[in-house]
């Protein structure tokens, strides 16, 4: 038996509120955070890829699985929500943070948040959120015909179908189990409405563009070049605003690269282990320095 880490009640093993795997001898710990209506379970390849190295904690967004869900929600009451989790478990070293989509915004957070206790950073299929999020669900929008509301309508309804779009055709095409299996999978897992809607309503609130420059950790941003819902030019921004983040393009690739690239855990786990990943983008003007020019030109 064990108490809950948010709510302080006995519960049995394991935690609900994570997943813990140690290896006898690890080389260091990856937090792994996963997005809206997701849980621990969509980063079960991460233990079968590099649970021999490293100490790998599956996080468990509140409101799955049990786990307490504080009303208002948002990234940054999520990423709370990570850190005690990990001061719970004794964590005491920096650690390794990955986020896929909205939990890569807790990601973000946690790093603004306790900078000295992260290594490195991977950001997966994720952005600044807005503005960025709302020129991405207006394109989505022109793409599919639907706005997202009704999108998430259609994924109450018949999950199978609509959640296709999500992913790259290849990967539903050639892997229909697969695909399956994590339908099923995401179902026996899906919270309630009341966290669903949460979830939603926190991915859509989020904005780290006024701050996210000053995220000086090694970062590598990882997305797939077909993701409908954050399209990669979202998710180069983020790369081109993180002083140090890297950028790593995949061809074909959805929203869920964890899943459909055979190479993705290995490349986090290069990269994680001080390996150059992916490329560095060239870094957009700052404010200051574009008003600098104006009055130059201006003035000329």
């Given at each position: 038996m064990t108490d809950h880490p948010i709510t302080g009640y006995t519960l049995p093993m394991p935690n609900p509120a994570y997943i813990d795997h140690q290896p006898k001898e690890s080389v260091g710990t990856l937090v792994c955070l996963p997005g809206v209506n997701s849980g621990a379970y969509i980063f079960k390849d991460a233990v079968a890829q590099l649970g021999k190295a490293w100490r790998i904690i599956r996080i468990n967004v509140p409101g799955v699985d049990g786990v307490a869900l504080e009303l208002p929600f948002s990234a940054k009451s999520y990423a709370r929500h990570v850190w005690h989790v990990l001061d719970q478990?004794?964590?005491?070293?920096?650690?390794?943070?990955?986020?896929?989509?909205?939990?890569?915004?807790?990601?973000?957070?946690?790093?603004?948040?306790?900078?000295?206790?992260?290594?490195?950073?991977?950001?997966?299929?994720?952005?600044?959120?807005?503005?960025?999020?709302?020129?991405?669900?207006?394109?989505m929008q022109t793409v599919i015909g639907k706005t997202f509301w009704q999108l998430a309508q259609d994924w109450e309804m018949n999950a199978e179908n609509a959640m296709k779009m999500l992913f790259g055709k290849h990967f539903v095409r050639t892997r229909p189990d697969a695909y399956r299996a994590f339908i099923k999978e995401r179902e026996s897992h899906l919270p309630s409405a009341t966290a669903r809607l949460a979830h939603l309503s926190a991915g859509g609130s989020f904005s780290s563009a006024g701050w996210v420059r000053k995220i000086e950790n090694p970062a590598l941003v990882i997305h797939g070049t077909d993701d409908v819902l954050v399209r990669a030019q979202s998710g180069r921004k983020?790369?081109?605003?993180?002083?140090?983040?890297?950028?790593?393009?995949?061809?074909?690739?959805?929203?869920?690269?964890?899943?459909?690239?055979?190479?993705?855990?290995?490349?986090?786990g290069e990269f994680i282990s001080g390996v150059p990943m992916g490329m560095q983008l060239e870094k957009p003007e700052s404010a200051w320095l574009r008003r600098f020019k104006d009055f130059l030109f201006g003035h000329g």
């Open positions: 478990l004794g964590v005491k070293e920096p650690v390794m943070l990955l986020g896929h989509s909205m939990g890569g915004f807790a990601v973000q957070e946690m790093v603004r948040m306790q900078p000295e206790r992260v290594k490195r950073l991977v950001l997966v299929s994720t952005s600044r959120g807005q503005p960025d999020m709302t020129a991405d669900l207006t394109a983020l790369a081109q605003n993180l002083p140090n983040g890297r950028w790593l393009e995949l061809y074909g690739v959805g929203h869920f690269p964890l899943l459909e690239n055979e190479q993705f855990w290995q490349r986090v």
